[in-house]
């Protein structure tokens, strides 16, 4: 059984309760983790608060940057051990959770090579002053991460906040964090301080509310569902503690008539099954100019036709969905698009010899949906992927931000000029031109517009995000 981390100790929950954890292949459990509660959320911030006031809080930029570099080196050592926690966990390909491994290193050499590297600025101003502007930690900093990617989104949003100085409790969803836990274990062989970093499993309305809700905490960063996005909201705003917030989103692929067709096509399927659509930045809608919609159309029904779910051993195109729960979310989708006539123009195969009671399902492709299906605007967050067709540019931008959200878009035209304007004209925090894949740039400023969110993730502005400025006036005789 696994054990929460406080104040550098591995301690069991007060209320001495577990959860089980679900294999999603199979349905059945298969370890137990604490059930944290407020109590245990109380004593983590207290333990965060102490880091900071203590050695953590005085260390130099430069050895907070050496604990995190050599916490990639330590993650990239066990790599494989991470890989196979996580497959295990979510069920995901071996080959998907090796990557994740390795993008979760990329995070700590990322920002321990920043930490240093953060300055402040000088401002000129009446005779006799000087004038600094210096960035400073938040605080206490609350990280709630999703089940999709546990060990990549905890990596995201830690490795910056510990790179500014910042002292964390992260709380990990309760249908996916061994990850999590394991990457705690790491930071403590890697020479994090006590404190520095408190890991609470939990259920998000106990755990997660009571972090959220906290008075010690001084920001949160969530990743999950809108619904959610809102209490969170909620309860850091009545203690006035700013968050940043990615929601997920239902983003376009753009298809034009003058694309070069057999590139996008399987760059374009990847980007909806990966992680069998469990994927905020999913290209989950796909919309096709009208004079070669019937030829890419059959381009793409045979990749899905292709396509093969399976076990991570397996190291298929996708593995099952995280939990019952999300698979008769997935299924239903899928159903009612069956129900309401919406065609379906393929679908891949579940593999030979995977357990029944796994939570796997089929990609499909549904296509033309109604713009005003709910399959055409609604995040399914599975392996789904809408067609549409468009008449000409000004169409496809219409379609393209005709939906709430707004978190990444793929353009695929030879067309320099059109490449400018539809990038231009997109609302989303990312657009990717002839190519797709928010998942790997870990250099990629990440988040969203719309209910996608708002805050970014990624790259050096993340370093902004999970920090703050104080503006310093010296007057000299
Ligand atoms: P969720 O939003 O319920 O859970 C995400 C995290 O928030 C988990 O750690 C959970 O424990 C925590 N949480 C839940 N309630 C909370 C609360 N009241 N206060 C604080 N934390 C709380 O997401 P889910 O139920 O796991 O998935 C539902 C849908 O959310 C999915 O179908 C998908 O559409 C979306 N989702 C999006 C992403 C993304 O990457 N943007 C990730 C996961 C889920």
């Known amino acids: 059984m696994s054990k929460l981390l406080i104040d550098g100790q591995w301690v069991e929950a007060i209320g001495g309760e577990t959860i089980d954890v679900i294999d999603p292949c199979s349905g059945l459990a298969f370890t137990k983790i604490a059930r944290g509660r407020s109590a245990d959320i109380d004593l983590a911030v207290a333990a965060a608060q102490r880091a900071l006031d203590g050695p953590w809080g005085r260390m130099t930029a430069t050895e907070r940057g050496r604990i995190l570099l050599r916490l990639g080196q330590i993650i990239l050592a066990h790599g494989e051990e991470l890989a196979q926690l996580e497959a295990r966990d979510t069920g995901k390909p071996m080959s998907v959770a090796r990557a994740d491994a390795a993008a979760v290193a990329r995070y700590f050499e990322f920002y321990g090579g920043a930490a240093d590297k953060i300055l402040g600025q000088t401002i000129p101003y009446l005779n006799g002053y000087n004038v ?59 020479g994090l301080p006590p404190g520095a970093l408190n890991i609470v499993t939990g259920y998000g309305t106990e ?103 399976g076990t991570p051993e397996m190291d298929l195109d996708c593995g099952p969905l995280i939990s019952a729960r999300h698979y008769d979310r997935v299924s239903s989708f899928i159903a009612d698009a069956a129900a309401m006539g919406v065609p379906k123009l393929a679908e891949g195969r579940l593999a030979a010899g995977i357990p029944r009671a796994g939570y796997f399902v089929a990609p499909v492709l549904f296509g033309p949906v109604p713009r005003e299906h709910r399959l055409a605007c609604q995040e399914v967050f599975g392996p789904v992927l809408s067609v549409m067709p468009f008449e000409d540019e000004e169409d496809a931008v219409q379609l393209a931000n005709a939906t709430e959200y707004g978190l990444v878009a793929g353009v695929w035209t030879e067309n320099g000029s059109r490449q400018a304007r539809m990038a231009q004209r997109i609302a989303s925090g990312q657009v990717f031109i002839n190519c797709y894949g928010a998942g790997g740039g870990v250099e990629l400023p990440f988040g969203g517009v719309k209910k996608s969110g708002y805050g970014r993730e990624k790259g050096l502005l993340a370093l902004e995000e999970m920090s703050t400025t104080k503006t310093i006036v010296q007057h000299y005789a």
Request: proline share 6%; net charge positive; with cysteine.
């Open 207 to 309: 755990a997660g509310a009571a972090l959220t809700a906290h008075p010690g905490i001084h920001f949160a960063t969530f990743t999950g569902s809108p619904e959610v996005g809102i209490q969170v909201q909620q309860s850091t705003a009545r203690n006035h503690v700013p968050c940043v917030l990615e929601l997920g989103g239902k983003s376009p692929q753009i298809v034009f008539d003058d694309a070069d067709l057999a590139k996008a096509a399987p760059i374009i399927v990847k980007a909806i099954v990966q992680n069998a659509g469990q994927t905020c930045s999913a290209g989950s809608r796909l919309l096709v100019q009208r004079g070669i919609y019937e030829r890419f159309v059959a381009t793409m029904s045979a990749h899905f036709a292709a396509l093969q779910v």
């Open 132 to 190: 600094s502007v210096v960035r400073i930690p938040h605080g206490v900093t609350a990280h709630i991460i999703p089940w999709n990617y546990p060990a990549q989104m905890m990596g995201r949003t830690l490795a910056p906040a510990l790179a500014m100085g910042n002292a964390a409790v992260v709380k990990p969803s309760e249908d996916a964090c061994l990850t999590a836990l394991k990457l705690g274990e790491l930071a403590l062989q890697a």
